[in-house]
């Protein structure tokens, strides 16, 4: 059996609370997104944008995977950091992300951290496992079915951020 490791070494393991998650058949350019803003941000704001981007209400900004993207009048102030009005609602990966940060808050939980002052300190998107499949066609032919997947890790750590 392999060994999954953190990217990240943290030095007091007794104030974070970590979770990982292993092929996730998610896009890699949302869930890039989607982290870079998480990042830095307490756990329970991060829970709350997540929900509202499931239900359409906030939009995501989009830095780095931007091109022939919309831009979105209904981006808050809060990211005023990125400078850019372009987004979009990544819903599936928001949900993959939400089942994540929801994993590590009753990780958390379980050790005894106050939920309420922990924050992300570290999250990041790996490229996973590429799915190679073919489906037979008509005529001895083949059409490729392929998949990509992405490795996602998040360690909180209790405290101000």
Not at 52 to 74: D, F, M, Q, S, W
Not at 85 to 91: D, H, K, L, Q, W
């Amino acid at each position: 059996m392999p060994v999954w490791k953190y990217s990240v070494k943290v030095e007091d393991e007794s104030k974070v609370a970590k979770a990982m998650m292993r092929d996730v058949p998610i896009s890699l350019k949302e869930s890039y997104e989607i982290a870079k803003v998480l990042r830095g941000m307490k756990l329970k704001d991060a829970i709350n944008l997540l929900e509202e981007v499931i239900n359409y209400k906030t939009p995501i900004p989009y830095v780095r995977y931007k091109l022939g993207v919309a831009h979105k009048r209904a981006l808050p102030n809060r990211f005023e950091r990125w400078g850019s009005p372009i987004g979009r609602y990544p819903v599936k990966a928001a949900k993959a992300l939400l089942k994540l940060l929801r994993n590590v808050e009753n990780n958390a939980e379980f050790k005894r951290l106050d939920v309420e002052r922990t924050y992300i300190y570290h999250i990041a998107v790996h490229k996973g496992m590429y799915i190679k499949r073919w489906m037979p066609r008509a005529f001895a032919r083949a059409t490729p079915k392929f998949r990509t997947t992405v490795n996602v890790e998040v360690i909180v750590k209790e405290g101000g951020a």
